[in-house]
């Protein structure tokens, strides 16, 4: 694997060797069995031209008067002129090793058996040799002279292994035949089954910007998932794209009203010869660059907020640590305007899963959002609670509220209901649901016990966190 993944950085060299690379294992392990085989063809071969020659010789020796008389005929020793350059031993003995004819010292098979040939390998006059053994009964008119002798024939081996190179070297080329036939039909394969791949390169380098999906029909189906995630990412990258789209239309839109104020102000600031004129404008300006400046805060939070803008986050946020931090921020302003800010959690823990930058913005919209519309002296309370697998996170105020009819269209993007003289951006709550719908959450608007508005966002909890109450 380590080999193939260090060869040229092409798809189809990879895949031709993921195909050629184990047929020539498998290939090797035939051919070491081819060779065993060959040896084994070689041995039959061997054995049944021996075993020929020691029967003719055995038929051949016949008892002569009192004597038995060994002869060798001529065929027993051309049946193994095949031109590889042999030499033939041979021997024939009586039941009582009493040498009739051939050569004395030829190796003896280690068990003979009755009228069973045996094989076996030898050397002989410093040669191996493939030799045979062979017991052959003698019928003679005297009963002394019915017996029978023992004929060994041994053959050196030249013959024997151009037989077992010959018939292995077949083999080879016929293994390499076929190696060489499947790379070339791999190859065309691959030129054929790669076309779809090409074409979808093609019609990647001809999209430009154009993000519309691939069609993932019209590729085989390994590469289909390879389509999906392209047309996954091309989405993600069409939402990024709107989002940024919306961003600079919002901010454009927004920021201009606000910047003619800034400069309006300025310009009466620097025309005025009054100081106390130019106080009160110093302190409209300090004003109108704060709300900017929150502003300017809101459009970008609302920008990260929107799906598709930055990379999915499943952080373990504690919403009741996470709602003290925002308290202890905003508590100057609640304290410049008397509102009473409180805090009400029923459970120890409230862990949720999710991006915890945008969870505390969310709480830091909701708590603002309250001390802005709640009249001097009244009072916004941060509740936090636990049922089951949800968390529960209020907030309520004294208010003016919001009508029921216009309850849902305040979760719009700028919209300000009619008649509310306080400053705002109209972003707060947009962003609340942002957040909370990529959570996985709900957000709902209802008439506080006050009178005032109660924001109820309700997010589920993280699985691993049992319920503590407190």
């Known amino acids: 694997m380590r080999l193939i993944s260090r060869l040229p950085g092409s798809l189809r060299v990879q895949l031709v060797s993921w195909i050629v690379i184990p047929l020539i294992i498998i290939?090797?392990?035939?051919?070491?069995?081819?060779?065993?085989?060959?040896?084994?063809?070689?041995?039959?071969?061997?054995?049944?031209?021996?075993?020929?020659?020691a029967r003719a010789i055995g038929e051949a020796t016949a008892a002569s008067g009192n004597t038995l008389d060994a002869i060798v005929p001529p065929v027993a020793i051309e049946m193994f002129s095949t031109g590889d350059g042999d030499h033939v031993y041979y021997s024939v003995a009586t039941s009582d090793h009493q040498l009739l004819t051939g050569y004395p010292d030829l190796p003896a098979p280690p068990v003979l058996k009755d009228f069973d040939p045996v094989y076996f390998y030898g050397s002989y006059r410093n040669q191996p040799v493939r030799l045979v053994a062979l017991r052959h009964p003698i019928v003679a008119a005297s009963a002394e002279l019915s017996q029978s002798v023992d004929v060994i024939v041994g053959v050196t081996l030249a013959g024997h292994t151009?037989?077992?190179r010959g018939l292995w070297l077949d083999s080879v080329s016929q293994q390499l035949v076929l190696i060489a036939f499947a790379a070339a039909l791999s190859l065309l394969g691959l030129r054929y089954g790669l076309r779809p791949l090409m074409k979808l390169r093609d019609n990647v380098l001809r999209r430009g910007r154009d993000l519309e999906p691939f069609d993932q029909a019209a590729v085989q189906t390994e590469l289909q998932p390879l389509v999906a995630a392209l047309n996954q990412y091309m989405d993600r990258v069409r939402k990024q794209m709107a989002a940024q789209r919306r961003f600079i239309q919002n901010a454009a839109h927004q920021l201009r009203t606000p910047i003619a104020t800034l400069t309006t102000q300025a310009s009466f600031a620097l025309r005025t010869k009054d100081k106390d004129e130019q106080a009160e404008v110093l302190t409209s300006i300090k004003t109108s660059a704060m709300l900017l400046a929150r502003l300017a805060a809101q459009l970008l939070t609302l920008s990260r907020a929107e799906p598709g803008s930055?990379?999915?986050?499943?952080?373990?946020?504690?919403?009741?640590?996470?709602?003290?931090?925002?308290?202890?921020?905003?508590?100057?302003?609640?304290?410049?305007?008397?509102i009473d800010l409180g805090f009400e959690a029923s459970t120890a823990a409230a862990i949720v899963t999710g991006d915890g930058t945008m969870l505390r913005e969310m709480i830091v919209n909701l708590v603002d959002n309250a001390l802005t519309y709640t009249p001097e002296g009244g009072s916004?309370?941060?509740?936090?609670?636990?049922?089951?697998?949800?968390?529960?996170?209020?907030?309520?105020?004294?208010?003016?509220g919001i009508p029921e009819n216009e309850r849902e269209h305040v979760f719009e993007r700028f919209y300000r209901i009619a008649g509310v003289k306080a400053d705002g951006s109209g972003l707060g709550l947009a962003i609340v649901r942002e957040v909370t719908e990529g959570a996985e959450g709900t957000v709902t608007l209802s008439e506080a016990r006050t009178g005032g508005l109660l924001v109820t966002v309700t997010l589920p909890a993280n699985s691993t966190i049992a319920n503590q109450p407190a």
């Open 27 to 53: 290939a090797a392990i035939n051919l070491w069995v081819s060779w065993n085989t060959s040896e084994k063809m070689a041995d039959l071969v061997t054995d049944r031209m021996l075993t020929a020659s």
């Open 162 to 164: 151009n037989i077992a």
């Open 310 to 338: 930055r990379r999915p986050r499943a952080d373990r946020v504690d919403l009741i640590e996470a709602g003290q931090l925002v308290l202890e921020s905003l508590a100057g302003k609640a304290f410049d305007r008397r």
């Open 380 to 400: 916004v309370t941060l509740g936090i609670a636990r049922d089951g697998d949800l968390i529960h996170l209020t907030v309520e105020d004294t208010g003016p």
